[in-house]
């Protein structure tokens, strides 16, 4: 066998070998086209918040929801929150990551949502997201209250 044919066999193989990279998605993260492709917090806790009705007791809500904690208090208003962190990386950073290396996960991105639950008197009289809210809701709730 002559050293041309040796070279283009092996030219031929690394060629084949780049194409059909090896990337794989890091564990506990999932792949997307865009982080704007995520499900929403709302999207992937629907079926517990389904549950969730306004006038549900504290207690209930710990319960169901074991991982909100208090994130802030006044009077009689106190405030949780949930926190949902997503792991995900994205097509062109498995593309990337077989361009450069053929092998391996790329580093995997995080997004954190977050969901805000309001009880008065114990009970439960609004949620939704940070900026769904005035600047001073626990007034406004006692307020409406009276």
């Known amino acids: ?20 990279g090896c990337a794989t998605v890091p564990r506990g993260a999932i792949l997307v086209d865009s982080p704007d492709a995520l499900p ?7 079926t517990l918040l389904s549950k969730l009705k306004i006038g549900t007791p504290l207690a209930e809500f710990q319960k169901l929801v074991p991982e909100a904690y208090v994130a802030g208090q006044n009077d009689q208003v106190t405030a949780y929150e949930l926190v949902h962190i997503q792991k995900y990386v994205t097509q062109s950073d498995i593309d990337r990551q077989n361009f450069w290396w053929w092998a391996g996960s790329p580093t995997a991105q995080t997004r954190q949502q977050v ?31 009276r």
């Open 40 to 46: 929403s917090v709302q999207q992937e806790k629907a």
């Open 115 to 145: 969901l805000w639950f309001y009880f008065y008197k114990d009970q439960l009289v609004k949620w939704g997201r940070p900026q769904d809210w005035p600047e001073r809701p626990g007034v406004i709730i006692e307020r409406r209250e």
């Open 1 to 20: 066998m002559n050293i041309s044919k040796v070279f283009i066999r092996v030219f031929a193989g690394l060629v084949f070998l780049s194409l059909g």
